[in-house]
């Protein structure tokens, strides 16, 4: 697997030119006290996808995924989930599924 490293959101996603959509910063300061590790492209939906790894100011993980969206993945309003664990935020923002996810 082809890993991207670099200290910010931008870094990284300027490194992934495969994909079909243009990355999205997580607004609402979703990224505050967040340090960027890296990412690669991974598959979602059958589709190719960003996921980039963080880690927040306690050393726990945090992963954000960004796809292309398609009317099967999210209505166009944002949910917050909690699913074994962890804390699934799902947005969408210029035609791209954003999904935040963290330690419940």
Do not use: I, W
């Amino acid at each position: 697997m082809t890993e991207f490293h670099g200290s910010d959101f931008a870094a990284v996603a300027s490194q992934m030119g495969k994909l079909d959509f243009e990355p999205v910063l997580p607004g609402s300061g979703e990224l505050a006290g967040l340090t960027v590790e890296g990412g690669h492209y991974c598959m979602l939906d059958g589709r190719m996808a960003l996921h980039l790894y963080l880690t927040d100011r306690d050393g726990s993980k945090v992963s954000v995924l960004e796809v292309r969206s398609s009317d099967a993945l999210l209505a166009s309003h944002p949910v917050t989930q909690e699913l074994d664990g962890l804390r699934v935020s799902l947005s969408v923002s210029h035609n791209v599924v954003v999904a935040l996810v963290r330690s419940a």
